[in-house]
């Protein structure tokens, strides 16, 4: 049962274009959304995340939108680097206190120069 | 300087062996984390540890048993290997004042 759905294994972008990954959940008690951005061997790294009372959190050329109703999230990268060519995961959480992560399976982005 | 580093990263061994993986932070997090990625390329949680006590134990065949010595340290031992357990183990950290974790490197194990 996949609470975190990234229907997208993976995308290409050109350099210089936007790249947006999706996410969607089934479970409404998720109230924070993460994303993670992982290169090969090594660890995901914490990217961006939201909390469930706001639509939209930006940081440089990384924004995620929220859209609560739908149980939906994306990541917009723009301009797009040759350099963000990795792994992004969605993940959340739910509930305060709760130390349980639940992760999308990942959706690979390739931007090509 | 590694902030959470896992040893060995890479584990080649038989079916039936019992292996260790290792976990340290030096971040001062008093929460610590192993998840497992496996071949559909699912990050799922096994464990989490606070303040050395346990707080998740997802389902994981009892062939898994985490340990804790302090509060920078998670360890995981994994007993009459299986070739199912193939797969890359995470560790993790957080603060438990915040959402954000942490991740090592990974560590790759192979069942032959």
């Known amino acids: 049962d996949q609470q975190v759905k990234q229907n997208s294994p993976s995308l290409s972008v050109q350099e210089g274009r936007i790249s947006i990954l999706n996410c969607d959940y089934t479970?409404?008690?998720?109230?924070?959304f993460l994303w993670y951005k992982k290169y090969p061997a090594e660890g995901p790294t914490f990217l961006i995340s939201?909390?469930?009372?706001?639509d939209k959190n930006e940081d440089g050329r990384f924004t995620v939108f929220l859209n609560k109703s739908a149980k939906h999230l994306s990541l917009h990268i723009v301009p797009s680097q040759p350099g963000d060519s990795a792994v992004y995961f969605c993940?959340?959480?739910?509930?305060?206190?709760?130390?349980?992560?639940?992760f999308g399976k990942g959706t690979k982005l390739s931007v090509i120069p | 300087d590694t902030a959470v580093s896992q040893t060995p990263k890479y584990l080649v061994t038989q079916m039936g062996n019992d292996k260790s993986i290792k976990c340290e932070q030096n971040l001062g997090h008093d929460t610590m984390y192993w998840y497992k990625q496996d071949s559909k390329k699912f990050l799922k949680i096994m464990f989490s540890?606070?303040?050395?006590?346990?707080?998740i134990n997802e389902t994981v065949p009892n062939r898994f048993s985490p340990k804790s010595p302090d509060k920078a340290h998670l360890n995981l031992h994994i007993n009459s290997l299986e070739l199912g357990d193939s797969a890359v183990y995470f560790c993790?950290?957080?603060?438990?004042?915040?959402?954000?974790?942490?991740f090592g490197a990974g560590t790759r194990l192979s069942v032959l």
């Open positions: 993790a950290s957080s603060p438990s004042t915040s959402t954000i974790q942490y």
């Open positions: 479970n409404s008690m998720f109230d924070y």
């Open positions: 993940a959340a959480y739910s509930g305060a206190g709760s130390y349980q992560l639940t």
């Open positions: 540890y606070n303040n050395k006590e346990l707080i």
């Open positions: 939201i909390s469930s009372i706001k």
